[in-house]
């Protein structure tokens, strides 16, 4: 379960990378209730959802020609530079070297072995996110993967996640933990990536909401797609995977109570 209780290898920072921060922020608060605070204007256009008056993400414009609109998750590191190194050494790729926020924190930018996105975040006065895991906010991280089993060995290398197999019909599924932690420390999963699907390797982020099919009907209203319709788990939720109105996906779902 996710928490502010940040620990090293855990989500503790996600950003959006938008073509139009405006049409972002509308389209979010209009499905989750956010609200936009700039960063201010040394930030480059970056700033921050709130939702309760607690950070929940960030947005930013897109920097890089050709980019694709979509969400990076960030883990959370002691030492972003020691991490940079373990990325290359376990073969993945730095796309941005590990640089200092102000004095906010220090961050890094990668691409694993099988070509998806992620980040870290070593804290400085920002530990990371004010809410996780309540309605509005980040709940799990899920990474779609064209070779799981090589992206469980990269990221045990870089983070020294634990890993527990689960068998569904039709195929398996990776539960993440952070190192040394239980089925209390869980955090996401590995999936593996369908051929032929639309969406390329990717970390997938979902958000907890109190009724999943009428966000999924919000998201079409606002100008979204969706990329997987509402499905209920038994003994996880109802969840569905929808993109914004810029293309980049996400997933919502309403949790099963505790006692489900």
Not at 125 to 148: I, Q
Not at 180 to 185: A, I, L, M, R
Request: proline share 8%; glycine share 14%.
């Amino acid at each position: 379960m996710l928490t502010t209780d940040f620990v090293p290898g855990a989500p503790n920072w996600l950003d959006l990378g938008a073509p139009d921060t405006e049409a972002a922020r509308v389209f979010y608060g209009g499905l989750l209730g956010w609200t936009f605070e700039s960063a201010g204007p040394e930030a480059g256009g970056y700033g921050f959802f709130t939702h309760g008056r607690k950070t929940v993400a960030a947005l930013g414009p897109l920097t890089d020609a050709g980019s694709r609109s979509a969400w990076t998750p960030y883990f959370h590191t002691p030492d972003a530079d020691a991490t940079a190194r373990s990325v290359l050494q376990a073969g993945g790729q730095v796309r941005a070297v590990p640089f200092d926020v102000f004095d906010e924190g220090r961050m890094g930018q990668f691409t694993d072995p099988g070509g998806a996105r992620f980040a870290v975040w070593q804290p400085g006065k920002t530990a990371g996110l004010e809410a996780v895991t309540e309605p509005g906010s980040l709940c799990w991280t899920e990474l779609h993967s064209p070779d799981p089993a090589e992206a469980r060995g990269f990221y045990r290398t870089v983070f020294g996640w634990e890993t527990e197999e689960m068998s569904f019909p039709g195929g398996t599924y990776t539960v993440l933990s952070t190192a040394g932690g239980g089925k209390d420390d869980t955090f996401g999963g590995v999936a593996q990536l369908q051929e032929g699907h639309s969406t390329p390797p990717q970390w997938l982020p979902y958000f907890e909401v109190a009724d999943c099919d009428r966000v999924v009907a919000k998201g079409q209203e606002l100008g979204g797609s969706v990329l997987m319709p509402a499905m209920t788990s038994e003994g996880i939720g109802r969840m569905a995977w929808l993109t914004d109105v810029a293309g980049a996906p996400f997933g919502v779902i309403t949790s099963a109570s505790p006692d489900a």
